[in-house]
């Protein structure tokens, strides 16, 4: 895991950022996760299991719940 990918783990952690920080966060994890796709590597699991947390949390609002799912199922092997 790259320190990038560990520091946006930690931001999409914190329940007290705003909605459009959080996004941000997720739109990046997204662009890092179809880079590792289109380089043939392999997700990071960290990254994988924050997303999955995120998915299921009853804390997170729906709109990054979806966003969660949708990179989840795009990029899980």
């Not at 990046?28 to 997700?43: A, C, H, K, Q, S």
């Amino acid at each position: 895991m790259t320190a990038e990918e560990k520091d946006l783990i930690n931001q999409m952690r914190i329940e007290d950022a705003d909605l459009k920080r959080r996004e941000k966060v997720l739109q990046r994890l997204g662009e890092i996760l179809e880079e590792t796709f289109i380089l043939d590597l392999l997700p990071d699991k960290a990254v994988m299991q924050a997303l999955e947390k995120m998915a299921v949390s009853r804390t997170t609002p729906t709109s990054l719940k979806r966003k969660a799912k949708s990179l989840v199922k795009a990029y899980k092997i």
